[in-house]
């Protein structure tokens, strides 16, 4: 009887799909859809989530961004090592929770801040596959991870961590390390006064400095902070005569123009925070309260917020600056240069 009923059943099939070829085209068209998410489900092996964090990786690279190897690094130690089983999953089937889980083994470890570190390679990692489906000037590779939804987007940061560190140096710490530095010999001191007299640029930035864009009244850095996807933007810094004349005891040549093999590369940044270091007795001395310390002394001296942003590249946010003020403002920052400079080369015991 059972038998009966599954040749009835057959028959019915037969007959209901005539115009596709019958019992014989049915079985085809499930065979075909069987075979397609087979196809879907091998293609979806190749693009996992560690293959995602790769291609991203590589992305900012391409674009110059420094925070590439800082993305590479964060994801080796806390996603393929600690998550070898999610990394290995379709990059798309990933979930916020999952990602959650991950920031929350990193604060676990007492890295609160590098967990929203993670959070935010992660996410921007996610978003450029997404716009990549509409987004020309993003490599076609990233459309295959079939991304429609940013996983990370659903987590949240640990705003307790990323509270600004505010300790710059003062007015009199910055004086005391202009006067250790200002007759310090050789390209040694000659690189770390140009860092000082050109506003504090960021040194991983600064030390990036090519020849090609030296000139006598100005060179042009190159900023990709915050701006994720997207190409550096160049940032021009006005030279004020002690400034230019460090940068010509540094004598620029080849590619980069400040560099220990005759431009060949540059000079490290971690290297030129080192010379720092050493060339002042302050207590707990940082190279980076430099530029903080930079901003602090010129704020006390007037200088607007706005010319100060310019002057370090911090971005004047809003449509009006975006999109419609073309003013260089060359000559505010060069004021706000030669204002630091008097300050610092102000006697002992002088007022800000």
Not at 246 to 264: F, H, I, K, M, R
């Amino acid at each position: 009887m059972a038998a009966m009923r599954a040749a009835e059943a057959l028959a019915e099939q037969h007959h209901a799909n005539l115009a596709n070829g019958g019992f014989a085209g049915v079985k085809a068209a499930e065979q075909e859809a069987k075979d397609k998410a087979e196809t879907a489900k091998l293609e979806a092996a190749k693009f996992t989530l560690q293959a995602l964090l790769t291609d991203y990786c590589d992305h900012l690279k391409a674009l110059e961004r420094d925070s590439h190897s800082d993305a590479r690094s964060i994801f080796k130690l806390h996603v393929l090592e600690a998550w070898p089983k999610i990394a290995a999953l379709p990059a798309n089937e990933v979930t916020g929770e999952q990602i959650a889980d991950m920031m929350r083994q990193v604060i676990e470890q007492g890295k609160a801040r590098t967990s929203n570190k993670l959070r935010s390679y992660i996410r921007a990692a996610y978003q450029t596959a997404k716009a990549a489906r509409s987004k020309p000037s993003i490599p076609v590779k990233f459309k295959s991870y079939n991304v429609t939804h940013n996983p990370a987007a659903d987590t949240e940061p640990d705003e307790s961590a990323n509270k600004a560190d505010k300790h710059p140096l003062t007015t009199e710490e910055l004086r005391s390390y202009w006067q250790a530095i200002k007759l310090l010999p050789g390209f040694r001191g000659a690189v770390l006064r140009l860092h000082l007299l050109t506003g504090g640029q960021r040194i991983a930035q600064l030390v990036k400095l090519r020849t090609e864009n030296v000139t006598a009244e100005s060179i042009v850095l190159f900023d990709g902070k915050g701006r994720p996807g997207k190409p550096p933007r160049p940032h021009t810094v006005p030279l004020i005569p002690q400034a230019a004349t460090a940068l010509q005891e540094c004598e620029p040549q080849g590619t980069y123009a400040l560099s220990t093999d005759n431009g060949v590369t540059h000079l490290a940044a971690t290297t030129l925070s080192a010379w720092a270091v050493d060339a002042t007795t302050l207590a707990d001395f940082q190279a980076k309260r430099i530029r903080s310390g930079v901003e602090t002394i010129l704020a006390r001296a007037r200088i607007s917020s706005d010319d100060r942003g310019r002057l370090q590249s911090h971005g004047i946010s809003g449509v009006q600056n975006r999109h419609y003020d073309g003013h260089d403002y060359m000559e505010e920052k060069r004021q706000a240069l030669e204002t630091l400079f008097l300050l610092l080369d102000a006697p002992e015991g002088s007022s800000a």
